[in-house]
C-alpha cells in the first residue's frame, strides 16, 4: 500500500525557515517523480514544486522560487521542502504527492499534509 | 506559465443531473491534462489523465475529453458522493499549475 506522511509543519513568524519531510512507502520510490502541492484555507490547489526521480530536474511555482528548495534522499525514501525567508501568504496545507511516472504524469497518491501557519 | 481556467467556479446540481466542467488552457497543451476530485478535509483524488483517460477505480460514470486548450469533465449521472470541488491540472510543461477549481453543491 502507497503511504506519504508529512511531517515538519508548525506555526513559524515571517522571515523564519522550516522543513518539511515526506516519508514514503509501499513503492519504489527512485522510480518516480514526487511533487509539494499547497492548499491555502478555504482555498484552490497550487502546485509548489518538483522533483524528477534522480534530482536531474525540478520545478518551482513563481511565487516560491529563490525561497523554497525541493530535493530528495532516494536512500531514505524521502522528500524534503526548506522553506526560507517565509511570507504570511506561504501559509496552507502542504501536501506531498507521487507522480504516477517520470516525467508529465500526474498525481495518483497523496499525502494528508502538514500545516504550516506564517504569523507573528 | 499557462494559466488554466474552469466554468463554471459553482455549480448546484441534483443527484441523476449530467453535469460538464470546462477548463481552458492559455496556450496548447496537447492531452497534458489531469482532473481531480476533493472532498472538504481530504486529500485530493486524481480522477482522470491524459485528458480521457479514467484512473483504476474511478466510476465510469465519470468522462474526459479534449486536446490543445478546451477541455472538459463529464459526469454522465451526479450521485450523492459526488458531490465535490474539481480541479484540472496542466501536465505539460513547470510550473504544474491547477485550475480554480468548480465546487459541485446539492440543488
Known amino acids: 500500500e502507497v503511504q506519504l506522511v508529512e511531517s515538519g509543519g508548525g506555526l513559524v513568524q515571517p522571515g523564519r525557515s522550516l522543513r518539511l519531510s515526506c516519508a514514503a512507502s509501499?513503492?519504489?520510490?527512485?522510480?518516480?517523480?514526487m511533487h509539494w502541492v499547497r492548499q491555502a484555507p478555504g482555498k484552490g490547489l497550487e502546485w509548489v514544486s518538483g522533483i524528477s526521480w534522480n534530482s536531474g530536474s525540478i520545478g518551482y511555482a513563481d511565487s516560491v522560487k529563490g525561497r523554497f528548495t525541493i530535493s530528495r534522499d532516494n536512500a531514505k525514501n524521502s522528500l524534503y521542502l526548506q522553506m526560507n525567508s517565509l511570507r504570511a501568504e506561504d501559509t496552507a496545507l502542504y501536501y506531498c504527492a507521487k507522480s504516477s511516472g517520470w516525467y508529465r504524469k500526474p498525481f495518483d497518491y497523496w499525502g494528508q499534509g502538514t500545516l504550516v501557519t506564517v504569523s507573528s | 506559465d499557462i494559466q488554466l481556467t474552469q466554468s463554471p467556479s459553482f455549480l448546484s446540481a441534483s443527484v441523476g443531473d449530467r453535469v460538464t466542467i470546462t477548463c481552458r488552457a492559455s496556450?496548447?497543451?496537447?492531452?497534458?491534462l489531469a482532473w481531480y476530485q476533493q472532498k472538504p478535509g481530504k486529500a485530493p483524488k486524481l480522477l482522470i489523465y491524459?485528458?480521457?483517460t479514467l484512473q483504476s477505480g474511478v466510476p465510469s460514470r465519470f468522462s474526459g475529453s479534449g486536446s490543445g486548450t478546451e477541455f472538459t469533465l463529464t459526469i454522465s449521472s451526479l450521485q450523492p458522493e459526488d458531490f465535490a470541488t474539481y480541479y484540472c491540472q496542466q501536465l505539460n510543461s513547470y510550473p504544474r499549475t491547477f485550475g480554480p477549481g468548480t465546487k459541485v453543491d446539492i440543488k
Open positions: 491524459a485528458a480521457s
Open positions: 496556450q496548447g497543451i496537447s492531452s497534458y
Open positions: 509501499g513503492f519504489t520510490f527512485d522510480d518516480y517523480a
